[in-house]
């Protein structure tokens, strides 16, 4: 016999939350109750829903689960304040979050999927090989469970999907955990960090609601990007930057080019120059990040020195592509977002 799967109420987009609780749930403004207990409480137990009468509640928890990823370490915070959680999911893989607070506003640094396939050379995450996609309810709860221990307002809440994973390799469920995270953060306070997959993009471009979009370039040629990101020889770097220029960018806003700096490989201002010219016609600003080493990553990646660094983004500015550079931030709990590993035991290629 086929076992009957419950729903996950935190899995579902509106249009399906509502169907799956509409033959259940009466009169409707009840249904508006939930949704605010999902989306803007982070509830995990139908008892916690103390407005809606008893049977209801027993219904709901008799049909459906509520499920959200559980924490199950915290590292004790960094001198900059941030903390990295790590999650245990129900099948027993990892994922990481980072917390950074940030003056008025605070980042959480999000994971998509619990690994990555694409393989960037320089990255433990793609060190450690292909994970499976995180589901919506996930996603979700990485914001909701850091929210809550940290007591942190939606309204300084800035979302960046730089953790573990590549986001627009699982865009169906990032699409539903997006919609239910606008309720209460604005696409423009939400990023999407990519290594350029040319269709993901294109469906992020069909969004009417469009989050923020950072695509990391990290060489500004083919043949070195693909030395470090094997993923350009099937969506090559000259047809990347044309799908960026018809990216629909919203007014006010620009995209992002992350550019991991490699000593000796891709860091002087000759290379500034190319990588300028590259991004020529594009709203971008340059997020330079210089490279963080790791015992599992090739030996001879090096970070920059910081003369070395000032050089490169110097030379960008002298060809008028705005830059900020990311310091340090999480290299004491090596939770830099974007460098998160979940301690999975396998590795590439095992
Ligand atoms: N998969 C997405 C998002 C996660 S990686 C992407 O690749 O964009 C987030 C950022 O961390 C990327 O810009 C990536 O280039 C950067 N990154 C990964 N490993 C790094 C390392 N060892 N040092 C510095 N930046 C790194
Ligand atoms: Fe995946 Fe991004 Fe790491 Fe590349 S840099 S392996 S795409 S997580």
Known sequence: MKERVVPNLHDLGAAALAAELSPHVHPSFRIRQIEKWLHDRGAWSFDQMTDLPRELRDSLASRFTLDLAETTERTPPAPDGSEKFLFRLGDG??????????????????????????????????????????????????????????????????????????????????????????????PRRITISTSGIIPGIRELAALERRPNLAVSINAPDQKRREEIMPITKKYP????????????????????AEYVLLAGWNDAPDDAAQLARLLRGLDVKVNAIPFNPDPSLPEWMKRPHDAAIDRFAAALVRHRVPVTVRRSRGDQISAACGQLRGKSERRRGA
Not at 133 to 158: C, F, Y
Not at 243 to 254: A, N, V, W
Request: one cysteine or more; aromatic letters at 8%; charged letters at 20%.
């Open 237 to 256: 770097l000259a047809e990347l930057i044309e799908t960026l220029r018809e990216y629909p960018l919203e007014k006010g806003r620009e995209m992002t």
């Open 93 to 186: 893989s990892l994922v990481e979050s980072v917390f950074m607070p940030m003056g008025e506003r605070t980042t959480l640094c999000l994971s998509s999927q619990a690994g990555c396939a694409v393989g960037c050379t320089f990255c433990v995450t793609g060190f450690y090989g292909a994970g499976r996609n995180l589901t919506p309810s996930e996603i979700v709860g990485q914001v909701h469970r850091i929210r809550l221990e940290k007591d942190v307002a939606w309204e300084r809440m800035n979302l960046v999907f730089m953790g573990m994973g590549e986001p627009l390799l699982n865009f169906e469920n990032l699409a539903i955990a997006l919609e239910t995270l606008e309720r209460n953060v604005s």
